[in-house]
């Protein structure tokens, strides 16, 4: 994705919600700027587009949900653990510096990706939007593996065996659960490709 379909996504997001263009460009250019550091290789502009098609393909795309999308990494440090937590203050002062009403709902939004489970009284679009999110992990074993190995770009000052302890790790977590994704939708269209490249991923550690 280049960089201008992003912003043109973030400019008729803006437009739909009536916000000011001198702050609405601003805003976008900085969270390009987020999304363009040179330690990122999967969360990048084009991860944010495939979430936004996603949620449209979910019938979920809401301005809310794009919101979300939007602002969910805009905070990215592997080093880090508290990258959500970040992003979902970032999206509510930056939403609540532009007079929007969601800012909460987004906010909440983006701090379910840190765990990728539903909170009790999460905003509804919560289960359409994690779905998004993670549908990378039923794509196309090609595509799979090369998500894969971005994520181990990332993740490049972590040393091999311990890269592939923790991998394994959260890989065989998420087969664990009872299902990966919360929509019928998600479910039907997601979940058994899904499992099948994480076990061939865990298969290959």
């Known amino acids: 994705m280049s960089g201008g379909t992003f ?24 969270l390009a700027a987020c999304h363009t550091e040179p330690h990122r290789h999967y969360h990048t502009m084009e991860h ?17 949900a794009r919101l979300a999308a939007f602002f969910h990494d805009a905070i990215y440090d592997p080093t880090r653990g508290d990258n959500e ?10 939403l609540i510096a ?44 090609q595509v799979y593996d090369t998500y894969a190995e971005n994520v181990r770009a990332e993740y490049q000052h972590v040393p091999d065996a311990d890269f592939r302890t923790s991998r394994k ?11 990966l994704f919360f929509t019928t939708a998600g479910l039907a269209k997601f979940e058994v490709p899904a499992r099948a490249n994480l076990r061939r991923e865990i298969a290959g550690l």
């Open 169 to 179: 790790a959260v890989l065989q977590g998420f087969l664990e659960r009872e299902r």
């Open 7 to 30: 912003m043109t996504s973030w400019i008729e997001l803006a437009g739909e919600l009536g916000l000011d263009p001198e702050p609405t460009h601003d805003i976008g250019f900085d």
């Open 98 to 141: 532009v007079g929007r009403p969601e800012a909460d709902d987004v906010a909440a939004m983006v701090l379910a990706t840190a765990r990728h489970e539903l909170p009790e009284g999460a905003p509804r679009e919560t289960p359409a939007f994690l779905d998004a999110d993670l549908a990378i992990l039923a794509s196309r074993p």
């Open 48 to 64: 944010i587009e495939a979430v936004l098609r996603h949620l449209q393909d979910l019938n979920a795309a809401t301005p809310t």
């Open 85 to 94: 937590t970040q992003s979902a203050e970032l999206a509510r002062e930056v």
